[in-house]
């Protein structure tokens, strides 16, 4: 019966460590964090990013500015805030003018530059009307220098998870059970690094000896009975070995 379930538990304990190693593969594993920043990067919502723009009304310049821009919607600024988290990193980070102006740099890389027109009846220019510019349309210059920050997340894996990093601890514990289960067992019919006592006459594993206590000599049962006792001091009493 033991030897039927055999294949199924090695398969299960196989089971088991190829799981474990797939789910801990350090190329597959990575909490979500911040990209690091390419020449091919494009602006998205959310980054940071170092710019250059010129604000005209008609045939005037009303605005020059220069620094970085945490890229998000006005509107939504104005309610929550720029995250402490950016404010941190970025001391001198300023919130874009309007919604007009995020979605002109939106998909932008580093160098580019861009003439971008709002008009005002779109509602993305200056909707305040205690705005200066308010109900006027407007055209920017705009120069991206540098993404300071891409924020965009990278594709969630399963350590993304809460509860993953312990079923991966739970599963690696399993799995160290049952190699030690499998390790005794294997012991049971095998001289296992060498630690089992060998019959005096075959050299199979041992499994009694000679009861004379002044000689303990190993052997294997079939073996002794064979040989009526023990070929060294001639004794026929026999008991098992511990």
């Known amino acids: 019966m033991a030897q039927k379930n055999f294949p199924k538990s090695r398969g299960f304990t196989v ?12 190329g597959t594993i990575h ?24 604000l005209w009304i008609e045939e005037n310049i009303v605005d020059d500015q220069q620094g970085p821009i945490y890229v998000e919607d006005p509107d939504v600024i104005e309610k929550v805030g720029v995250p402490e988290s950016i404010i941190e990193e970025f001391p001198n980070v300023f919130a874009p003018p309007n919604l007009g102006f995020v979605e002109g740099i939106l998909g932008m890389r580093a160098g580019e530059e861009t003439n971008h027109r709002i008009n005002w009846i779109t509602g993305k220019a200056f909707n305040d009307p205690n705005d200066t510019y308010y ?43 049952l190699i030690i289960l499998r390790i005794q067992r294997y012991s049971r019919t095998h001289n296992l690094f060498g630690l089992k006592k060998k019959c005096y006459y075959c050299g199979k594993i041992a499994n009694v000896m000679c009861g004379n206590p002044g000689c303990t000599t190993p052997y294997c049962k079939p073996c002794f009975l064979e040989n009526n006792g023990c070929d060294l001091c001639h004794s026929n009493t026999m008991i098992p070995l511990k």
């Open 15 to 26: 089971f088991l460590i190829m799981s474990f190693f797939l789910a801990s593969f350090p």
């Open 31 to 54: 909490p979500c964090q911040t990209i690091d920043v390419t020449p091919n990067t494009r602006i998205e919502i959310h980054d940071v990013v170092l710019v250059n723009y010129t």
């Open 135 to 177: 109900g006027e349309n407007l055209f920017y210059q705009i120069r991206i220098k540098k993404i300071l920050l891409d924020a965009s997340q990278p594709t969630p894996t399963l350590m993304d998870i809460p509860f993953f990093v312990p079923l991966v601890v739970l599963l690696g514990l399993l799995i160290i059970f």
